[in-house]
């Protein structure tokens, strides 16, 4: 399969961060194949959401355990710690938390692989609970974190970031876009400085 765009988005804290998702979030990924959603969801109902503009997969955040006090997501087969999918002929792991930047010798990029996707290695990782977007290539594996839509970098509720992940003919290219007022725009990485 080739051809393959798939919607990329983490952090959304619905409730928390505000009423609803974005309506520029939904427009966004009107005509994408797949949505990825790296945890950290608390409400299910943006997962039904998103789930009727394509098949999703979703992560569970520690935020969806209850952690801070918040409600625990109800069980649902769409959550779990982790995925790995086949998309447009790439493997690719979903998880909230990843080790970027590494941490070795024990927190790395490798090590959070064998415990997260112990079935295979896959070629792409999608991450999130940094609220920080970025896209690295680490070990060999695309890691792409598309940033929060509604707390980016941790800051108060504001316009964020989301992700692509486009594969054409096995070959995944990722992509971070800002949330404006009249839909999304490609992010500025001349722009961008790492906070850390």
């Known amino acids: 399969m080739s051809g393959v765009r798939i919607g ?22 009107r005509d994408v194949d797949a949505i990825l959603h790296a945890g950290d969801v608390y409400d299910i109902g943006v997962i039904d ?4 503009l394509a098949p999703i ?9 209850g952690s801070g006090g ?12 982790s995925w790995l999918v086949e998309l447009g002929g790439l493997r690719i792991g979903l998880t909230h938390v990843m080790p970027v930047p590494e941490m070795p010798p024990h927190w790395t990029v490798a090590t959070a692989c064998e ?4 079935e295979c290695r896959p070629d792409v990782v999608i991450y999130g609970d940094t609220h920080v977007e970025a896209v690295d ?8 974190n598309p940033g929060s839509p509604t707390f980016p970098h941790n800051l108060s509720v504001q316009l964020g970031t989301i992700g692509f ?32």
């Open 8 to 29: 990329l988005i983490a952090d959304t804290h619905i409730p928390e961060a505000r009423d609803a998702l974005w309506p520029q979030v939904f427009d966004s990924f």
């Open 49 to 52: 959401q998103l789930n009727e």
């Open 57 to 65: 997969w979703v992560a569970r955040g520690n935020g969806d355990d």
């Open 70 to 81: 918040r409600t625990v997501v109800a069980p649902d087969e769409r959550l779990r710690e």
């Open 115 to 118: 415990r997260f996707f112990p």
């Open 137 to 144: 290539h680490i070990d060999g594996i695309l890691c792409v």
């Open 165 to 196: 992940l486009e594969i054409e003919n096995g070959v995944p290219t990722a992509s971070i876009w800002r949330i404006t007022e009249g839909g999304h725009e490609p992010f500025d990485w001349n722009t961008w400085t790492r906070p850390w």
